[in-house]
C-alpha cells in the first residue's frame, strides 16, 4: 500500500468518527471543492478550506461519511468512493435528509493533501475520471447473503426471532464485546442477546447501508440501527460494522465493530487470514 492511500485511509478513518478538526494532514494552500450537491463551491487556502467546511457543517445535523473503495489513480492522485447521510436544518429544525453515494479525489504532494474534490453524484465522478463502478452496489454483491441479511433485520425489526436466528448457523457465535455486552455461543444464546437487545427499544429499524463479500466466506455489514429507547421520547442512532464468517447462507460467527474503520479492517484482515 502506497503513502499517499496510506494517508487517504488515515484521514478517512478520522472523519468516520466523525473527527473533522486534524488538519495535519493538508496542505497551507490546499484547495477544496464540491463540484454539486447541496452547497457547491470552491474555497483555497487552508482558512479559507476550514471555514467553509465549518459553515458546511454547521447546516448539517448528523453529518457522516464513509468510504467504500480507494483506487490510486496515479502517483499523486487517490479516488474514494463513498457513502454521505446527515439531517439538514435550519435555526435548529429538521428540514429533510440526504442520503447519496458518492466520491472524493485527493491529490498528494510530499505527504501533503493539496487538493480534495467531491462529489455527492458517483455516476459523475465516474465519468469525469473515466473510471467503471466496480462490484461495490448492494445488488451486485453475493445476493444470496445479501438476502439473507435482509430478510434477518426484517424480522428483527418486526420482534420475529425464530424467523430472525434462522441466518445463525446452530453453534454460531456472536461477539458483542466491544458493545460490552459480551460473547454468545449458540442460536439460543444469540436469541436471548437480541430478544434483550430488542427489548430495551419501543421500535428499533436497522438499516444496511454497505454489504461487501470479501472472498474466503467473509463478508461485513455497515449498519444503522435507528429507535425510541423505552420510556423516552428521545431517538437513538448507531452506526456498526459487523464482521461474519458465513457457511453458504449461514453466518458462524459475527463480531460487532463500533468504529467503522476498524470494523472493515478487522474483516479485510480475516478474509486474507482466511486466503
Not at 7 to 34: C, K, N, Q, T
Not at 179 to 184: A, E, I, N, S
Request: charge should be negative; charged fraction near 25%; hydrophobic fraction near 40%.
Amino acid at each position: 500500500m502506497s503513502k499517499n492511500l496510506d494517508l487517504v485511509r488515515s484521514i478517512y478513518a478520522a472523519w468516520e468518527r466523525g473527527d473533522f478538526g486534524s488538519a495535519e494532514w493538508a496542505h497551507p494552500d490546499m484547495e477544496y471543492v464540491h463540484t454539486d450537491g447541496p452547497d457547491p463551491g470552491r474555497w483555497i487556502g487552508l482558512t479559507d478550506v476550514t471555514k467553509g467546511l465549518r459553515e458546511f457543517l454547521s447546516a448539517w445535523g448528523d453529518w457522516w461519511t464513509s468510504a467504500e473503495e480507494f483506487r490510486e489513480l496515479d502517483d499523486e492522485r487517490v479516488a474514494v468512493l463513498n457513502r454521505y447521510s446527515g439531517r439538514g436544518r435550519t435555526s435548529g429544525v429538521e428540514v429533510g435528509q440526504i442520503r447519496a453515494s458518492g466520491a472524493a479525489v485527493f491529490r498528494v504532494r510530499d505527504g501533503k493533501v493539496t487538493s480534495i474534490v467531491i462529489y455527492f453524484d458517483r455516476a459523475r465522478a465516474l465519468a469525469d475520471l473515466g473510471l467503471q463502478e466496480q462490484a461495490v452496489s448492494q445488488e451486485n454483491v453475493a445476493p444470496d447473503r445479501l438476502a439473507a441479511l435482509r430478510k434477518h433485520f426484517e424480522a428483527f425489526t418486526c420482534g420475529d426471532f425464530d424467523e430472525a436466528m434462522g441466518i445463525f448457523s446452530p453453534d454460531a457465535v456472536w461477539d458483542s464485546s466491544p458493545l460490552g455486552t459480551g460473547v454468545f455461543a449458540g442460536r439460543e444464546a444469540i436469541r436471548g442477546f437480541y430478544e434483550d437487545w430488542r427489548a430495551a427499544y419501543e421500535d428499533s429499524v436497522v438499516e444496511i447501508e454497505e454489504f461487501r463479500d470479501l472472498g474466503n466466506d467473509v463478508a461485513y455489514s455497515v449498519l444503522l440501527q435507528s429507535g425510541r429507547v423505552r420510556g423516552s421520547s428521545g431517538v437513538l442512532q448507531m452506526r456498526y460494522v459487523v464482521a461474519a464468517i458465513w457457511a453458504n447462507v449461514l453466518v458462524t460467527q459475527a463480531t460487532v465493530y463500533t468504529d467503522v474503520h476498524a470494523g472493515r479492517t478487522a474483516a479485510e484482515r480475516l478474509a486474507e487470514e482466511r486466503g
